[in-house]
């Protein structure tokens, strides 16, 4: 029963966190840019059931393979790419947290 809600609260709790302390002065549209991390979900409509509670997205979907998480983690180095990576790897983050508590 807690697991949604810890899943949840990261994909969206923490952006939210992040942008609200290291981008003030445009946390909306920090905010905003990091939740398109979430879109990174659409590789769940490349299998079947799209939605199985009991897989685990990390290395199952090809945007969540162990190869695109490197690729999201040097998005973090431009400063132009920086907030998207951000989004995607606190994407992962969260949906790793939900493969640990299964």
């Given at each position: 029963?807690?697991?949604?809600?810890?899943?949840?609260?990261?994909h969206f709790g923490?952006?939210?966190?992040?942008?609200?302390?290291?981008?003030?002065?445009?946390?909306?549209?920090?905010?905003?840019?990091?939740?398109?991390?979430?879109?990174?979900?659409?590789?769940?409509?490349?299998?079947?059931?799209?939605?199985?509670?009991?897989?685990?997205?990390?290395?199952?979907?090809?945007?969540?393979?162990?190869?695109?998480?490197?690729?999201?983690?040097?998005?973090?180095?431009?400063?132009?790419?920086?907030?998207i990576g951000l989004?995607?790897?606190?994407?992962?983050?969260?949906?790793?947290?939900?493969?640990?508590?299964?």
């Amino acid at each position: 029963m807690l697991q949604p809600v810890i899943h949840y609260g990261l994909h969206f709790g923490l952006p939210l966190l992040i942008a609200l302390l290291f981008f003030k002065t445009y946390w909306l549209k920090a905010y905003g840019i990091m939740l398109l991390g979430m879109l990174i979900d659409l590789d769940h409509l490349l299998v079947n059931p799209i939605f199985d509670p009991n897989r685990c997205s990390i290395n199952f979907h090809p945007l969540h393979t162990y190869y695109a998480m490197v690729a999201y983690v040097v998005f973090l180095v431009p400063k132009k790419t920086r907030l998207i990576g951000l989004g995607l790897v606190i994407h992962i983050i969260a949906d790793s947290v939900d493969c640990w508590l299964m």
